[in-house]
T-cell receptor, first 108, second 114 residues
């Protein structure tokens, strides 16, 4: 069974700062997902990647398959980026396996 | 295109009762996965259905079951409810296999067991 570790668990930063959230996993995967969850519960898929790097607006996700590690970066952070960011991996018969999430607060 | 819908959004039940939750995927999506989210355990995979067949199942007791209909709508059922079943239940739909495709999540059903 895959083990997914995220760091940091909590992060408070000032508006405009560059944010990095890390995710590591223990077993080979078919894909890694970065999800965003706002208060109230709704989850939005930000990225799905199996190699390299993807960029969407101010968000960048990278993955190193050899190192079993991924990072999510937020450039020019804004208070509306405040949310829980969750890393999840897929590839086995266990569906998605999730990390415990990173609670991000961006202060104005 | 309409998103994933879940009904009901909120539900209160008592111990020992059973409950059925419904999920309607995005039109054209054939795979529906179900997840449980609790403060203690976080998000956990329950099961995945593809073309009316259960493809994968998480580590949950047999009280948790599901099914998928020919129109891809899915239901999950929890029998003999326990206090620990109080959680947010989320479903997600994908075009094909959930292992290789982006998942689109519904708003969830918040179940409270008293």
């Amino acid at each position: 069974k895959n083990e997914v570790e995220q760091s940091p668990q909590n992060l408070t930063a000032q508006e405009g700062e560059f944010i990095t959230i890390n995710c590591s996993y223990s077993v080979g995967i078919s894909a890694l997902h970065w999800l965003q969850q706002h208060p109230g519960g709704g989850i939005v898929s930000l990225f799905m990647l199996s190699s390299g790097k993807k960029k969407h607006g101010r968000l960048i996700a990278t993955i190193n398959i050899q190192e079993k590690h991924s990072s999510l970066h937020i450039t020019a952070s804004h208070p509306r980026d405040s949310a829980v960011y969750i890393c999840a991996v897929s590839g086995g018969a266990d569906g998605l396996t999730f990390g415990k999430g990173t609670h991000l607060i961006i202060q104005p | 295109k309409a998103g994933v819908t879940q009904t009901p959004r909120y539900l209160i039940k008592t111990r020992g009762q059973q409950v059925t939750l419904s999920c309607s995927p995005i039109s054209g999506h054939r795979s529906v996965s179900w997840y449980q989210q609790t403060p203690g355990q976080g998000l956990q995979f329950l099961f995945e259905y593809f073309s009316e067949t259960q493809r994968n199942k998480g580590n949950f007791p047999g009280r948790f079951s599901g099914r998928q209909f020919s129109n891809s709508r899915s239901e999950m059922n929890v029998s003999t409810l326990e206090l620990g079943d109080s959680a947010l239940y989320l479903c997600a739909s994908t075009l094909g296999s959930s292992s290789y495709n982006e998942q689109f999540f519904g708003p969830g059903t918040r179940l409270t067991v008293l």
